[in-house]
Structure formats: C-alpha cells, structure tokens
C-alpha cells in the first residue's frame, strides 16, 4: 500500500507560513501523543529554525501515559520545550504558560524600552492534531475552524486571545515526498490523510496489527477479538464477527467495519495506547568508559 497525499493548497499554506514567520515571537507545535514521531513535520523544524518553540503532546488523555512521559522526556533532551497537553480538555490554558515562558526574553527586551509587547505566537502542525481546537478553547468560543477531517482551515488566521496575545492559526502542513510509509500509514490512522486515497481494509487491517503489537487489551476487548495471534485479513474478519458486522449468508461487512474500526480509534474508544517508542539514547563516551572502568574494577 503505497501512501503519498500533498494537496496543492498545501504547498500554498507553507508559502504563507514562511511569509509570517517574520511577525512571530513563538512557535506552538501540536503533534498528536499516540504517534509523536510519525505525527510531525521535519519540515517544520527548518522553516522554524532560530524562533522560540514548544511542543505540545495533544490528544495526551488518549495516550500512555508513562509513554507520553517518556517522549516529553526525549523531547527536552533534545532541547526541545515539550508537555502533554489535552486541547480540548479543561486545562487547556495551560498553553499560556508555556507560551509566556518562551516570549519572556523577547517581553522583556521590550518592556526594557517602555513598550508592552503583544506577543505572536503560530500554532502549526500535521493536519488533525488539534490546532484550532486548541486556539477556539483559549480563545472561549468556536472562532477556528475545526473538523475530524484534514484540510478544514485553509488559510492563516490571527486571532487576540489577550491584548497581549495572538495566536495565528495555520493550515495542517504535511511534507511533499512520504518516504517513511509507516509514518504515512500513522498519519492515516488518525486522519491526517484522507482515507478516499488509501486502501481502507488494508490500511484497517495494519492499525489493528499495531494496537494489538503495542499491547492494547482495552482494542483487544473492544473489537472482540478473540484470537489475538491473528494477522492480515484473518484478523479483520475476526473483528467483523467479534462485532457483528455480518450482510446476509454470514458474509463479513468489511466496509461497515473498516470505518468503525477507524473512526473508534480517532475518538479514543481504544483505550490509552502509544503506537510509537522514543529511540533508545546513545550513551555519551564519557558515560560509557565510566562503566568499562566500573566493570574492570569489580571482576565477576
């Protein structure tokens, strides 16, 4: 199943973002905590290079959370300020913080010359992860358009959360060439891609594959399956009888369930699962001739 989606607003929407970046203090990144490598831009990292960035976790409720605390711990590593975050929760103002902290210096550059800076923060990210939610709940109503669908925000947006705070929304950016088609196949699970342009059973079958390889019960429980060794189409017609997704003559519902399957996991119904590990660290040189040293001193 070969994956490659770029529309061509897309490459429109990255001409904006670099026109803007100019105007901006901070950079709000949202990728989504049940996939925080396949969920990111790399090109993001480059279009943003020398402006303050957080990362924030969304969609952290529907993720593990020893996972998610793993990540952030991976993030900051890297030297990258990361947190979990639920957009569409009730803490969600919690973002203002993070924001504050990394404008601080720029806030007090300006203050030192008697001005009262009103700080620009951009949200980016992949489509679907929960930008202008984030924006609409900081915001207090409904002003960014949102949609369980990728492409619904079209167009840059400033909006004034604060007479000291704008928050520019930006359309979801993904990347022109998909050459890690895991990742592809990720961003598909939760929406980021449009399903019209994938293999939906094929693509049905490898996110059930993944959450009962990732230890999943609650999936495991929820789609009734009752062999958990099951792979390939095997595993999808399990679910269609687990489930009762039966036409007439016993004969599987593959479409019925395939889009039950897909929409089950993007709502969280799946239970508190990561699909993806942060790479184990290197050892610095240091770290490791202190341990050939230590294993010289104490022979077995």
């Not at 993720?63 to 793993?70: I, M, R």
């Not at 079209?154 to 400033?158: D, I, P, S, T, V």
């Not at 399990?238 to 009762?244: A, I, K, L, P, T």
């Given at each position: 199943m070969e994956i490659n989606w770029y529309p061509g607003h897309m490459a429109k929407a990255k001409r904006l973002l670099s026109d803007q970046l100019s105007r901006v203090d901070v950079v709000v990144e949202?990728?989504?905590?049940?996939?925080?490598?396949?969920?990111?831009?790399?090109?993001?990292e480059k279009l943003t290079r020398g402006k303050k960035r957080i990362l924030l976790l969304n969609k952290a409720d529907l993720?593990?959370?020893?996972?998610?605390?793993?990540w952030v711990r991976a993030f900051k590593a890297e030297g990258l300020d990361a947190a979990p975050f639920n957009a569409s929760g009730s803490r969600a103002k919690e973002a203002l913080t993070l924001i504050d902290r990394a404008a601080k210096e720029a806030v007090e550059r300006a203050a030192i010359k008697g001005v009262h800076k009103v700080v620009r923060a951009m949200v980016v990210g992949v489509p679907n992860v929960g930008k202008s939610t984030l924006i609409n709940k900081l915001y207090g109503s409904g002003i960014a358009r949102t949609g369980n669908k990728p492409g619904v925000t079209?167009?840059?947006?400033?909006v004034n959360i604060t007479p000291y705070l704008q928050l520019m929304?930006?359309?979801g950016l993904m990347w022109p060439k998909l050459d890690d088609q895991v990742a592809a196949r990720r961003l598909c699970y939760i929406g980021s891609i449009k399903?019209?342009?994938?293999?939906?059973?094929?693509?049905?079958?490898?996110?059930?594959?993944?959450l009962l390889e990732?230890?999943?019960?609650?999936a495991a429980e929820r789609f009734r399956i009752s062999d958990t060794s099951l792979r390939g189409e095997a595993l999808l017609?399990?679910?269609?009888?687990?489930?009762?997704?039966?036409?007439?003559?016993?004969?599987?519902?593959?479409?019925?369930?395939?889009?039950?399957?897909?929409?089950?996991?993007?709502?969280?119904?799946?239970?508190?699962?990561t699909l993806e590990r942060p790479p184990r660290r290197e050892k610095p040189q240091s770290e490791t001739a202190a341990e050939v040293q230590g294993d010289g001193a104490h022979p077995a």
């Open positions: 949202l990728c989504d905590a049940r996939l925080p490598l396949s969920s990111r831009n790399p090109d993001l993720a593990d959370a020893n996972a998610t605390a793993a079209r167009a840059n947006q400033w929304d930006s359309p399903d019209d342009v994938v293999d939906v059973p094929m693509l049905t079958i490898c996110l059930l594959e993944d990732a230890g999943s019960t609650a017609e399990n679910v269609c009888r687990g489930r009762g997704f039966l036409m007439r003559g016993g004969v599987c519902d593959i479409d019925r369930c395939c889009g039950v399957v897909l929409e089950e996991f993007r709502a969280g119904k799946c239970g508190k699962v």
